[in-house]
């Protein structure tokens, strides 16, 4: 079946940075971008940007750009999602999800990793 | 940016009866191929959200078929026609047309 498992949750202070990973299984690794979500406890869902595991190609949110590094392995399939120059405001529940292009939506979704910012 | 709106933000159900969710885009969704881009997720208390409706009115797999969906260009709705326990959570609409995806704000639905 399809999983997407991500990392654990982290603590991290003002200014540094954070790197969030999500192991695929269950399908075509190559064959379906993945995008990354995050959400504030409480809030709506804020997407982020989306990596093809195909090729590398990224696309990031321009709210994210300059800040955002979306990588994949494909050794491990595993995608990654680094966020850097963090501030309180980051602190947040940050999903993986497998687009579907035939349906051009999330079919599948990671547990999640909390990111806290915090002094 | 598509800005999308739902209401109500809060809609407290009774189990059996039927329940309406609506979402409104500052633009039409509907692309050139003919579908549109409005897909609909349910969170449930503390999980990820999930995909009941894909391309505005089909259901996932593994969806009941008491969930459906409709809409316009601009203009949809989420149904359940008669809900159950396990219906509680917050609903959220999304439109993949353009970049940036950006998401309602969410329905809170409670017995």
């Known amino acids: 079946q399809v999983l997407l498992v991500q990392s654990g949750a982290e603590l991290k202070k003002p200014g540094a940075s954070v790197k969030v990973s999500c192991k695929a299984s269950?399908?075509?690794?190559?064959?379906?971008?993945v995008h990354w979500v995050r959400q504030v406890p409480g809030q709506s869902l804020e997407w982020m940007g989306w990596i093809n595991p195909g090729n590398g190609m990224t696309k990031y949110s321009q709210k994210f750009q300059g800040r955002v590094t979306m990588i994949r392995d494909t050794s491990t399939t595993t995608v990654y999602m680094e966020l850097r120059s963090l501030r309180p405001e980051d602190t947040s529940v940050y999903y993986c999800?497998?687009?579907?292009?035939?349906?051009?939506?999330?079919?599948?979704w990671g547990q999640g990793s909390l990111v806290t910012v915090s002094s | 940016d598509i800005v999308m709106t739902q209401s109500p933000l809060s809609l407290p159900v009774t189990v059996g009866e039927p329940a309406s969710i609506s979402c409104r885009s500052s633009q039409s969704l509907l692309h050139s191929n003919g579908f549109k881009y409005l897909s609909w997720y349910l969170q449930k208390p503390g999980k990820s959200p999930q995909l009941l409706i894909y391309l505005s009115s089909n259901r996932a797999s593994g969806v009941p078929d008491r969930f459906s969906g409709s809409g316009s260009g601009t203009d949809f709705t989420l149904k359940i026609s008669r809900v159950e326990a396990e219906d509680v959570g917050v609903y959220y609409c999304m439109q993949s047309l353009q970049s940036p995806f950006t998401f309602g704000p969410g329905t809170k639905v409670d017995i």
């Open positions: 269950g399908y075509p690794f190559t064959s379906h971008p």
């Open positions: 999800a497998k687009y579907y292009g035939v349906w051009e939506s999330f079919d599948f």
